[in-house]
Nanobody, 126 residues
Framework: QVQLVESGGGLVQAGDSLRLSCATS????????MGWFRQAPGKEREFVAA??????????ADSVKGRFTISGDNANNKNTVYLQMNSLKPEDTAVYYC?????????????????WGQGTQVTVSS
């Protein structure tokens, strides 16, 4: 079994920063990369950012480019990923989910991610 555990969410004011963390544990699996998605009340889950371990390529949704930075480490099968969120806006309010991709696929699509965390709440007040 594979577990992903997120941390770092909270309540902040517009313009503030937060750093989310996610660590995997459990059995070893082919990990092609990890990503962050978010879901606001009444909306579908949407892509935020992703990192591919091969080459270290990063990908971002247009809405967070220039404000969010994804980074991570997959050395020794200890897969950890971070999301540095700066200049937060009220529209960034959502539950943020970490996910691990176990196959070659589009990093921005959910179908390639086999493992998901339980989510962490980020609330940005105006």
């Amino acid at each position: 079994q594979v577990q992903l555990v997120e941390s770092g969410g909270g309540l902040v004011q517009a313009g503030d920063s937060l750093r989310l963390s996610c660590a995997t544990s459990g059995r070893t699996f082919s990990n092609y990369g990890m990503g962050w998605f978010r879901q606001a009340p009444g909306k579908e889950r949407e892509f935020v950012a992703a990192i591919s371990w091969s080459g270290g390529n990063t990908h971002y949704a247009d809405s967070v480019k220039g404000r969010f930075t994804i980074s991570g480490d997959n050395a020794n099968n200890k897969n950890t990923v971070y999301l540095q969120m700066n200049s937060l806006k009220p529209e960034d309010t959502a539950v943020y989910y970490c996910a691990a991709r176990d196959r070659p696929s589009n990093p921005g699509r959910t179908y390639g991610y086999a493992y998901w965390g339980q989510g962490t709440q980020v609330t940005v007040s105006s």
